[in-house]
């Protein structure tokens, strides 16, 4: 959690355009940046977010807009006089130089004096976990260990923002997954700023206080990963965040939705009656029950194992959902589904309405079924809904 609530970086209306492009790289962008708080810039590739890192840096001018640092501008700060340091996703270490000639490379260029380095080197090592590496060589630590010492690198000078673009793109899952862990605690150990850029949406949730998604060089959404997940604004975070079923609906009503043609309580008001709008359902939210108990009844046409649960693909009325669930049915299988009103998430139509949430890749292509229903009567209508 965030504990100090002062603003320490704010982009106010940044735009920027590059001259081969056709579209701005970033429109108006408006960010509010606290201490001790580790944001992280999310979305796919070309969406922004490492030019915006760049611009807080000082590599990058923009076009428009301020950048403040503490309120006031720094737009003719120069990078080395910001006190902001970046860790890149190559670390760019020095490979003649051991660990501990490494990390003190940047205090013996201020000319800090011997004493100091020692001591300011071995405290930045015991924050990344690496005492007893101090004369290592760096083509001998794993790539973990060499991004750590790129971390202590980048702290021993004591920047009060961090930056850090994509450093863990080049490890492994299972590495990449323990320095999730790790540079979260070493945030909080140094009580600093992080802004961390990925493309990875299980490393904003993981480690982020707030997660900034981008797209298309605009910011879609701010909020805690809670927020993000549980309420996205638009079909692009509902999909980018997680999976999720996006439908077509009507709000008929606060509190009432209508899709598939039957309307569905849920928790959401503040939309014009009959409002076109987006649902959102998340495939871990859908309940798989009998016959009898279910407001929408389908067909599985694809299974896949994962674990510790099930992805099954079921038609509804020709739109595929994903359906997780640790209960097997087999491809074939009529199913019926239900879902809770606080499972029903409701947004605004936008730009990005009808591009996700139809998981027809998953499985083959389902041709109208023919086949009886469950108690030998002819199935038409029921793949839809059953009042």
Same mark, same amino acid.
């Given at each position: 959690?965030?504990?100090?609530?002062?603003? !320490?970086? #704010?982009?106010?209306?940044?735009? /920027? =355009?590059?001259?081969?492009? +056709?579209?701005?790289?970033?429109?108006? &962008?408006?960010?509010?940046?606290?201490?001790?708080?580790?944001?992280?810039?999310?979305?796919?590739?070309?969406?922004?977010?490492?030019?915006?890192?760049?611009?807080?840096?000082?590599?990058?001018?923009?076009?428009?807009?301020?950048?403040?640092?503490?309120?006031?501008?720094?737009?003719?700060?120069?990078?080395?006089?910001?006190?902001?340091?970046?860790?890149?996703?190559?670390?760019?270490?020095?490979?003649?130089?051991?660990?501990?000639?490494?990390?003190?490379?940047?205090?013996?260029?201020?000319?800090?004096?011997?004493?100091? !380095?020692? #001591?300011?080197?071995?405290?930045? /090592? =015991?924050?990344?976990?690496? +005492?007893?590496?101090?004369?290592?060589? &760096?083509?001998?630590?794993?790539?973990?260990?060499?991004?750590?010492?790129?971390?202590?690198?980048?702290?021993?000078?004591?920047?009060?923002?961090?930056?850090?673009?994509?450093?863990?793109?080049?490890?492994?899952?299972?590495?990449?997954?323990?320095?999730?862990?790790?540079?979260?605690?070493?945030?909080?150990?140094?009580?600093?700023?992080?802004?961390?850029?990925?493309?990875?949406?299980?490393?904003?949730?993981?480690?982020?206080?707030?997660?900034?998604?981008?797209?298309?060089?605009?910011?879609?959404?701010?909020?805690?990963?809670?927020?993000?997940?549980?309420?996205?604004?638009?079909?692009?975070?509902?999909?980018?965040?997680?999976?999720?079923?996006?439908?077509?609906?009507?709000?008929?009503?606060?509190?009432?939705?209508?899709?598939?043609?039957?309307?569905?309580?849920?928790?959401?008001?503040?939309?014009?009656?009959?409002?076109?709008?987006?649902?959102?359902?998340?495939?871990?939210?859908?309940?798989?029950?009998?016959?009898?108990?279910?407001?929408?009844?389908?067909?599985?046409?694809?299974?896949?194992?994962?674990?510790?649960?099930?992805?099954?693909?079921?038609?509804?009325?020709?739109?595929?959902?994903?359906?997780?669930?640790?209960?097997?049915?087999?491809?074939?299988?009529?199913?019926?589904?239900?879902?809770?009103?606080?499972?029903?998430?409701?947004?605004?139509?936008?730009?990005?309405?009808?591009?996700?949430?139809?998981?027809?890749?998953?499985?083959?292509?389902?041709?109208?079924?023919?086949?009886?229903?469950?108690?030998?009567?002819?199935?038409?209508?029921?793949?839809?809904?059953?009042?």
């Amino acid at each position: 959690m965030v504990t100090a609530q002062n603003k !320490i970086i #704010e982009l106010k209306n940044v735009t /920027l =355009h590059f001259p081969d492009a +056709d579209d701005p790289v970033l429109k108006s &962008i408006c960010l509010d940046i606290h201490d001790n708080e580790f944001v992280t810039l999310l979305g796919p590739s070309g969406c922004g977010k490492t030019t915006t890192l760049r611009i807080i840096a000082g590599f990058t001018e923009p076009d428009s807009g301020e950048v403040l640092l503490d309120g006031k501008p720094i737009k003719d700060v120069p990078p080395y006089k910001r006190p902001i340091n970046t860790v890149f996703q190559k670390y760019a270490l020095f490979p003649h130089l051991d660990v501990f000639e490494n990390v003190a490379f940047g205090l013996r260029i201020s000319k800090v004096p011997e004493k100091e !380095i020692n #001591e300011r080197v071995k405290e930045m /090592l =015991h924050v990344v976990g690496l +005492d007893g590496f101090l004369s290592r060589k &760096i083509d001998s630590l794993s790539g973990g260990q060499q991004q750590r010492v790129a971390i202590a690198r980048a702290l021993v000078n004591r920047p009060r923002v961090l930056l850090l673009d994509e450093p863990l793109g080049a490890l492994d899952l299972r590495l990449r997954k323990d320095m999730q862990v790790e540079l979260k605690r070493i945030q909080q150990a140094m009580g600093i700023t992080f802004i961390y850029v990925t493309h990875d949406q299980e490393e904003a949730l993981t480690m982020s206080d707030t997660v900034v998604v981008m797209d298309k060089g605009a910011i879609q959404q701010i909020g805690t990963p809670e927020d993000i997940y549980n309420e996205p604004r638009n079909a692009f975070v509902a999909d980018f965040i997680g999976e999720s079923n996006i439908l077509d609906g009507i709000m008929r009503a606060d509190r009432r939705v209508e899709f598939f043609g039957r309307v569905f309580d849920c928790v959401d008001g503040g939309f014009d009656p009959d409002e076109p709008v987006d649902v959102v359902i998340r495939p871990e939210d859908v309940d798989i029950v009998g016959r009898g108990e279910g407001q929408l009844y389908g067909t599985v046409t694809g299974v896949t194992f994962k674990g510790v649960h099930y992805d099954i693909i079921a038609e509804f009325k020709g739109f595929k959902w994903l359906i997780q669930t640790t209960d097997y049915q087999p491809v074939g299988a009529r199913i019926g589904i239900r879902i809770n009103p606080d499972e029903i998430h409701i947004m605004k139509r936008s730009a990005y309405s009808g591009m996700f949430g139809d998981y027809s890749s998953y499985s083959d292509e389902f041709e109208e079924e023919t086949e009886p229903d469950w108690d030998g009567t002819a199935a038409a209508g029921e793949s839809g809904n059953e009042e």
